[in-house]
């Protein structure tokens, strides 16, 4: 079962490099799996001090607006608003608010419903919650990045008006050296030039970690995928990346240097478990669009600042957004329509449509009997989640020799990401799977 929900600190003395245990923090994120995780750690002294504050430099927004994936994305959104309003707007049950049940919300308070979103925990945001500690620092569930390429989300950001919240960094990949403690490669993708030429520029400048010949191999094998599309990307799902790098002649090298952080990064699944599908699917989007690769990071926490700007829109068309909301089960009609939802307070929730918006592992434990032998639902069988650990650490001095950005580890266990913070301190965030 995940430990998304479930975060953890640990203050690290940078001169002694000993963890120092003292009081336990722990969140109840994880308890809705059965879990709570617990790692004992000391507590900074909130003597004089207030809560820590990101502070970063932001790059310009890159122009987004104009490319075909937003402006399809646009429209189909304003498709939702544009539409008649329905005689009798549907009550639409949705269970779980993270960001595709709040989503889901928004986009039906759109078009005229009325959504009620049913949250089993006590904060918002699913993959992206987040918990406040006693000095006022936020731990959160993870590292969330928000790319070029994602039309969806960015057309999100513009209707709410909050573009303003996107911190965005330089256009640049940056891996460690695993040889090289404190050294890193760069993939840096110039302004100047109109995709793919951006992207590769990048590759074919970066020496340190791809050979010329490995390079040529390379591209050579993502040409199929450039002329052939779709239809080609999703003919790949069959094979793992580890599969297809071979298939295409490509060294495993390759894939040991840059598809390992890559596969993390997207899955938290090694190269030998991964569909290249996946990896096929970033690819294109970074590859066709100039800033498809480009990062933006959150200026704050997500429940605070992307969350409830999406609550407070549904609730002003009508909507509902009830938090502590678990559901117990589903229960169905005589012909296996769902008739309500049975919260665990003893609550029973009826609409006209239901949405589940929750992980697979919780639609599993609450999948009907009667369900189970559906071939549809059959095949949530080979869906596994996959465990995840989210460790900050507090340094007690500002780290040299760094980036404000997105740094890839080209090891099998973390990727990972430096922020610059108030106090001359450094908060570390590590993704481990």
Request: hydrophobic fraction near 45%; aromatic fraction near 10%.
């Amino acid at each position: 079962m995940s430990l998304c929900g479930s975060v953890s600190a640990v203050r690290l003395n940078s001169q002694s490099n000993t963890i120092r245990m003292g009081s336990v923090l722990a969140f109840r994120g994880g308890e809705s799996m059965g879990h709570a995780l617990r790692i004992p750690f000391k507590k900074r002294s909130s003597k004089g001090a207030c809560p820590l504050q990101v502070v970063c430099i932001d790059y310009p927004r890159p122009e987004l607006e104009n490319t075909v994936n937003f402006l399809e994305a646009a429209s189909l959104s304003a498709s939702f608003r544009a539409a008649p309003r329905p005689t009798k707007p549907l009550k639409v049950i949705i269970a779980g608010a993270g960001l595709a049940g709040l989503s889901t919300a928004k986009y039906l308070a759109d078009a005229g419903h009325k959504p009620l979103l049913l949250e089993a925990r006590d904060v918002l945001g699913g993959k992206v919650a987040a918990w406040k500690d006693d000095d006022g620092d936020w731990y959160e569930t993870g590292l969330h990045i928000f790319f070029g390429a994602y039309p969806n989300v960015q057309n999100l950001f513009g209707e709410l008006g909050i573009n303003d919240r996107l911190q965005w960094k330089e256009h640049s990949m940056i891996f460690a050296m695993p040889n090289k403690p404190g050294e890193f490669s760069r993939f840096d993708f110039p302004e100047v030039l109109p995709a793919p030429l951006n992207g590769i520029w990048a590759i074919l400048k970066n020496n340190e970690m791809l050979t010329w010949p490995e390079k040529v191999k390379f591209a050579i094998g993502l040409l199929p995928a450039m002329l052939g599309g779709q239809p080609y990307v999703e003919a790949q799902d069959g094979l793992t990346v580890k599969e297809w790098m071979r298939k295409q002649g490509i060294p495993d090298r390759v894939t040991d240097n840059v598809f390992i952080a890559m596969s993390k990064a997207l899955n938290f699944i090694n190269p030998d478990e991964l569909s290249m599908q996946c990896i096929l699917i970033a690819l294109n989007r970074f590859l066709q669009e100039k800033n498809g690769s480009k990062m933006a990071f959150l200026d704050g926490n997500p429940p605070e600042r992307l969350c409830m700007p999406i609550v407070n829109h549904i609730e002003s068309l009508g909507g509902e957004v009830w938090l502590n909301s678990r559901i117990k089960k589903i229960e169905l009609n005589d012909d296996g329509t769902v008739k309500s939802f049975l919260l665990t307070n003893g609550n029973t929730i009826e609409g006209d449509a239901y949405v589940m918006a929750a992980p697979v592992d919780i639609l599993k434990l609450l999948l009907p009997e009667d369900w189970r032998e559906i071939s549809y639902f059959k095949k949530l069988e080979k869906l596994v989640g996959v465990p995840v650990i989210n460790v900050h650490i507090w340094f007690d001095r500002k780290l040299k020799n760094t980036y404000n950005h997105l740094l890839f580890s080209r090891s099998s266990y973390f990727v990972y990401q430096p922020f610059p913070l108030f106090a001359n301190l450094q908060l570390l965030w590590l993704l481990s799977a």
